[in-house]
């Protein structure tokens, strides 16, 4: 039985939309904007920076990073990002989430601007201290999910807050399209600028000096966004549910939500009290209380986000690889260093604009039409088809006919990921955990899914090799192919399917029903009863 509702908290849930909805959007979007702009943007250079520090005089190909610094360079980022979803998702639910929401930002800013001036100029130098910047990118970029999930879910209504959610995590579709405009851009320029020959003419004119300017602008970028975000991130109060519940304080509560939603709520800090200090609202993490009400969510939400996270971040990342091998993108050595980046870009943001944005719109749009739960199950089983209908036929979408083909059905694996479970990951561990422990939960969910990019950065780097020894980039072992690289990719999203049956479903509910934070705890008795054989049987009953 539900006890009656903390007015102000009562008065979020019933609030209509209104523009600090629309100011709270932006601010924590901004944030994710940021987020996969700097995740992204690494994949756009990875082969430029290649030619420039690992090139072999007398190669016939361009020179690549090899196999341990490549790894290094796409997966540290993640790396980060999984130490600081756990960190900072516990740090929001002992210290607040918006005092710990600056310091993702400046974080995120220095560590920008300094992985665009990594030192040195022999490979070693600029590899590592790129790396070591990149980490602490990440850490600053962790505490962005947990805490702007947090945040927009303890400011939304009810009725809306699905979709509010999903509009702050649907930014990184900009910030992933951004990536590759800001790209051709700055490549466009420098080409015009500087002109060379392509590899195979002259392999060492090909890459002009000026083109190490390139990809440290692309990485300098992304402090930009973040800083101009920081002020009015600073001036957001902090949210009803955490100054109430978790810090309970219920006059500070009253009085932040009073100015933000214009109306004059009551302090009522005894019920605080008397909510805070019942018995089924004050166990841990680790208890046995939580395991019994939300063990198999917690299971649910990391286990989907880790097994999307595989697939989502594998075909982002190694995109330009696969449309390499189809020959959607020329040889290498048949372009100048500008010119691949400039290529490589441009069939990025075409993916990002025709599948990628538009499948994040589309969740934000139908969230609370369809249900969280629909639309994660739909977009794991879509993923699933089209990833085996590339799969299975590989060799006939490698025909220079058939490359249209593919790259529209591979623009669908991204539409369904993100008007699917890239969203609906996000969203729901926002909403079914306790406020005390809601950002440390998101965290954890989080964490989960970076783990899963790790896997899929790391792991598909070497899986895509070819079988054929002679075919592999330069210090690469043989792999499984592209083609036995997509079926396991396939039956991962299967799995998806699977456990996304743990998740609940939160439509139309506030986040105490959800988390079962404002039920009353149900007292009972045990009697003893007689049967009709004359038995003396033991039975617990409600009081």
């Known amino acids: 039985m539900a006890k009656e509702q903390l007015q102000v908290l009562?008065?979020?849930?019933?609030?209509?939309?209104?523009?600090?909805?629309?100011?709270?959007?932006?601010?924590?979007?901004?944030?994710?904007?940021?987020?996969a702009y700097d995740l992204f943007c690494i994949s756009l250079v990875t082969k430029l920076l290649g030619r420039i520090y690992y090139h072999v005089p007398g190669a016939q190909k361009p020179g690549t990073l090899p196999p341990n610094v490549s790894a290094a360079v796409n997966g540290v980022a993640f790396c980060g990002t999984l130490a600081g979803q756990l960190f900072f998702g516990w740090l929001g639910d002992k210290m607040g989430r918006k005092r710990v929401y600056g310091l993702t930002l400046i974080l995120m800013v220095v560590a920008s601007i300094a992985s665009g001036l990594s030192f040195g100029d022999k490979p070693k130098a600029v590899m590592a201290t790129l790396c070591f910047f990149r980490f602490w990118l990440g850490f600053g970029i962790g505490g962005d999910y947990p805490l702007s999930a947090t945040i927009m879910s303890e400011y939304a209504n009810k009725k809306t807050r699905d979709a509010f959610i999903a509009a702050v995590f649907a930014m990184q579709g900009f910030g992933i399209l951004a990536g590759g405009m800001v790209a051709i851009i700055v490549s466009s320029a420098f080409k015009a600028e500087f002109p060379a020959p392509a590899y195979e003419d002259n392999a060492l004119a090909s890459t002009v000096p000026q083109a190490d300017y390139v990809w440290r602008l692309l990485l300098m970028f992304g402090a930009i966004p973040a800083a101009l975000t920081y002020y009015w991130r600073m001036k957001m109060p902090e949210t009803a549910r955490y100054t109430a519940l978790v810090a309970k304080n219920a006059k500070q509560a009253a009085n932040d939500m009073s100015k933000v939603l214009q109306v004059e709520l009551e302090a009522e800090q005894d019920k605080v009290e008397k909510l805070t200090q019942e018995p089924g609202n004050d166990f841990g993490l680790l208890s046995k209380q939580f395991l019994q009400r939300h063990g198999l969510h917690l299971l649910g939400t990391t286990t989907t986000w880790f097994l999307l996270d595989i697939a989502f971040y594998s075909q982002n990342l190694f995109q330009k690889d696969i449309f390499s091998a189809i020959g959607w993108i020329p040889p290498a050595k048949t372009m100048n260093a500008l010119e691949e980046v400039f290529r490589i870009a441009r069939a990025q943001t075409l993916i990002a604009l025709c599948s990628t944005v538009p499948g994040y719109?589309?969740?934000?749009?139908?969230?609370?039409?369809?249900?969280?739960?629909?639309?994660?199950?739909?977009?794991?089983?879509?993923?699933?088809?089209?990833?085996?209908?590339?799969?299975?036929?590989?060799?006939?979408?490698?025909?220079?006919?058939?490359?249209?083909?593919?790259?529209?059905?591979?623009?669908?694996?991204?539409?369904?990921?993100?008007?699917?479970?890239?969203?609906?990951?996000?969203?729901?561990?926002?909403?079914?955990?306790?406020?005390?422990?809601?950002?440390?939960?998101?965290?954890?969910?989080?964490?989960?899914?970076?783990?899963?990019?790790?896997?899929?950065?790391?792991?598909?780097?070497?899986?895509?090799?070819?079988?054929?020894?002679?075919?592999?980039?330069?210090?690469?072992?043989?792999?499984?192919?592209?083609?036995?690289?997509?079926?396991?990719?396939?039956?991962?999203?299967?799995?998806?399917?699977?456990?996304?049956?743990?998740?609940?479903?939160?439509?139309?509910?506030?986040?105490?029903?959800?988390?079962?934070?404002?039920?009353?705890?149900?007292?009972?008795?045990?009697?003893?009863?007689?049967?009709?054989?004359?038995?003396?049987?033991?039975?617990?009953?409600?009081?």
């Open 10 to 35: 009562n008065a979020l849930d019933l609030a209509k939309t209104q523009w600090y909805h629309f100011t709270a959007i932006v601010i924590a979007g901004m944030g994710f904007f940021t987020d």
């Open 361 to 543: 719109w589309f969740t934000v749009a139908l969230i609370y039409k369809i249900g969280r739960f629909t639309i994660q199950l739909m977009g794991f089983f879509f993923m699933t088809v089209f990833m085996f209908a590339l799969a299975i036929p590989y060799t006939h979408w490698t025909h220079k006919d058939n490359r249209i083909g593919f790259v529209t059905i591979y623009s669908l694996t991204f539409f369904f990921a993100n008007f699917g479970p890239n969203a609906t990951t996000f969203v729901v561990p926002a909403e079914i955990f306790p406020a005390r422990l809601r950002s440390t939960c998101h965290g954890i969910s989080a964490a989960a899914g970076k783990a899963g990019a790790i896997v899929g950065a790391f792991g598909f780097l070497y899986a895509a090799q070819s079988t054929d020894p002679s075919k592999t980039d330069a210090g690469y072992p043989p792999g499984i192919g592209v083609k036995n690289s997509l079926i396991v990719l396939g039956c991962v999203n299967f799995l998806g399917i699977l456990f996304t049956f743990l998740v609940p479903e939160a439509k139309g509910k506030s986040l105490e029903e959800m988390s079962k934070e404002n039920d009353e705890e149900m007292e009972t008795v045990t009697v003893i009863e007689t049967s009709a054989q004359g038995r003396n049987e033991n039975r617990t009953v409600p009081v």
